[in-house]
């Protein structure tokens, strides 16, 4: 993808979480969910590509018996609409039939890729599922639908950085920062 004419530094995008704001989330997200877990175990799967980051720091904060996999659906994009025309591009790799689930999100926003997973998962009989998003976009929501553990509840403001991306770009950053001039999507 041909990077933007437009494109900003990060450096000049103002931080919204610092990297260790998010880091303190993190660990009390994942203190959290081994609480709630006690003495079972654990799958997360991690929506690729933007999770990836938040699943790493996540699973490592996380003290019960864990193992990961990833989904990954079709990408931010004209396409999805409030009918909710997601696509899965990659499936699970190991069976979740009977396991304890959380799905691993870095932004909850219109919702549409949440529900539509949510609907496929359930279809594998998993034992439980949840679901652990990194940023909540409330007022962006078109279907109703709610993360059981969120790190930050943020307006509509599109950010980069831990995983989440403008046009590929960013996902490397360690602080979560608002991309200027982009008045809709994450
Ligand atoms: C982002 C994010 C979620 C989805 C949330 O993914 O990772 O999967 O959008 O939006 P929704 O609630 O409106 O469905 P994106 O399509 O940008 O792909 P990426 O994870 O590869 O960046």
Redesign the pocket.
């Known amino acids: 993808m041909p990077t933007p004419p437009d494109f900003v530094p990060a450096s000049q995008c103002e931080i919204l979480f610092s990297e260790q704001q998010i880091a303190e989330r993190v660990t009390a997200i994942g203190e959290e969910i081994s609480a709630d877990y006690k003495d079972q175990s654990i799958v997360l799967v991690g929506?690729?590509?933007?999770?990836a980051i938040f699943l790493a720091d996540l699973a490592r904060s996380i003290d019960v018996d864990n193992t990961f996999d990833f989904v990954?659906?079709?990408?931010?994009?004209k396409e999805?609409t409030s009918s909710g025309a997601?696509k899965l591009i990659k499936d699970l790799d190991v069976p979740i039939e009977g396991k304890h689930v959380i799905v691993v999100?870095?932004?909850?926003?219109?919702?549409?890729?949440?529900s539509?997973l949510r609907k496929l998962l359930l279809q594998h009989k998993p034992a439980s599922l949840k679901i652990a998003t990194c940023l909540d976009?409330p007022e962006?929501?078109?279907v109703p639908?709610e993360a059981d553990y969120v790190g930050f509840k943020i307006p509509n403001h599109f950010v980069i950085g831990y995983?989440?991306?403008y046009a590929?770009k960013y996902?490397n950053v360690r602080d979560i920062r608002l991309y200027p001039e982009i008045p809709t999507?994450?």
Do not use: F
């Not at 990954?72 to 994009?77: D, F, H, L, M, P």
């Not at 999100?105 to 949440?114: A, F, N, Q, S, V």
């Open positions: 929506v690729l590509k933007g999770a990954a659906v079709s990408s931010y994009g999805k997601v999100e870095d932004i909850l926003d219109t919702g549409l890729t949440l539509y976009k962006r929501r078109l639908i995983g989440m991306d590929e996902r999507g994450h």
